[in-house]
C-alpha cells in the first residue's frame, strides 16, 4: 500500500484520540448526547485503523502476526481489541478498566505512537502525529452552527474567500475536486492531472490543523508528492493563551481590544512577557 494511504489510516486513527479529547474537556456541555457510544465509536475506528498499517507492516517484512504480537505489548494490545471486541465480539474479551478518560487518551496516544514507530518504514517520513482537542460535529453542536452561520464565519475570516483574481486574463482551468483516497482508485492515470484537491483552514484553530493535513494526504497521493504541515507546540499554546485572553474569538477571528482595561492589560502584559522570553 502507498505510504500516504497509509498515513490517512493512521491520521484517521490520531483524528478518534482528538474526538475523544474533545469530548472529555466538553463532557458537561455534552450531556444531552450519548457519549459513552461516542467514545466506544472513536476507540472501534482507531483499533480498526491502527490495525490496517500494522497488518500492511507485517505483509511487507513477511513477519507472522503471531510473532510480532508475542514480542510486542503494545501491538497485542491494538490487535486484541480489533479482533476480540471489533472485528468479532469474542465471549472471553476483557476490556480495559479505566478510572477516568484521561487514562484511556493517555494509552492510545502511546500506542498510535508507538505503531507508528514500529511501522516507520512504511511510513512518510515527515508525518508527525500532531494531537489536539476537536470533533468536527461535536463543535458544531456545542456552537450551534447551522450551513449559513458557518459560512458567514468563513466570510468573516476570509473577506476574498471564493473569489477569483484573473489579471493576466488568462482561460480559467476547470479541475474535478478529489475529496477521499478511495475516490483515486477510480481515476485513470491518464486522467489524474485534471483533478485538484481544496486545502480549508476549518471553523477553528484545531479543525484548521486536521484539514490541512488531510489535503496534504490528498495531494501526496494524487501527484507523488511529500508535502505535510505539522504544528509547532510552542507556538500553538501561545495563540490559545491568547484566544482565551480574547484575542481571537472561537473561531479563531480576531478581535478588537477589548473595552475592560483590566482585560487589556492582561493581553499587554502577556505579549510582554512573551516578547522577553522570545
Avoid at 490520531?14 to 455534552?30: R, T, W
Avoid at 495531494?219 to 505535510?228: E, K, P, R, V
Avoid at 505539522?230 to 477571528?253: M, P, R, T, W
Wanted: proline residues 2%.
Amino acid at each position: 500500500m502507498d505510504a500516504w494511504v497509509l498515513a490517512r489510516y493512521l491520521i484517521d486513527a490520531k483524528k478518534c484520540v482528538d474526538s475523544i479529547v474533545y469530548i472529555s474537556d466538553n463532557a458537561e456541555k455534552l450531556q444531552y448526547i450519548n457519549l459513552r457510544d461516542r467514545i466506544n465509536q472513536a476507540r472501534d475506528k482507531f483499533y480498526i485503523n491502527c490495525a490496517i498499517v500494522l497488518d500492511d507492516y507485517i505483509l511487507s517484512k513477511h513477519i507472522a502476526k503471531r510473532t510480532l504480537c508475542d514480542e510486542d505489548n503494545n501491538v497485542n494490545a491494538v490487535y486484541y481489541e480489533r479482533d476480540k471486541n471489533v472485528a468479532h465480539k469474542d465471549g472471553n474479551y476483557e476490556a480495559v478498566e479505566f478510572n477516568s478518560l484521561s487514562e484511556m487518551i493517555d494509552l492510545m496516544k502511546q500506542q498510535i505512537s508507538h505503531i507508528k514507530a514500529v511501522c516507520k518504514d512504511i511510513l512518510p517520513e515527515v508525518l508527525s502525529l500532531d494531537f489536539v482537542s476537536h470533533d468536527r460535529e461535536l463543535f458544531r453542536l456545542i456552537h450551534h452552527l447551522t450551513k449559513d452561520e458557518e459560512d458567514e464565519i468563513y466570510k468573516r475570516k476570509y473577506p476574498l474567500r471564493g473569489t477569483i483574481e484573473n489579471t493576466n486574463h488568462d482561460q480559467v482551468i476547470i479541475k474535478e475536486i478529489l475529496n477521499d483516497i478511495e475516490d483515486l482508485k477510480k481515476i485513470p492515470q491518464d486522467k489524474i492531472k485534471d483533478y485538484a484537491v481544496v486545502m480549508e483552514d476549518g471553523v477553528c484553530f484545531e479543525e484548521g490543523i486536521q484539514t490541512r493535513q488531510d489535503a496534504c494526504i490528498l495531494i501526496n497521493t494524487l501527484f507523488g508528492l511529500n508535502m505535510w504541515c505539522s504544528v509547532n507546540a510552542h507556538e500553538f499554546v501561545e495563540l490559545k493563551e491568547l484566544q482565551a485572553l480574547g484575542c481571537f474569538d472561537e473561531y479563531g477571528i480576531i478581535q478588537a481590544p477589548p473595552d475592560d482595561p483590566e482585560k487589556l492589560k492582561a493581553i499587554l502584559e502577556y505579549m510582554k512577557k512573551n516578547d522577553q522570553s522570545n
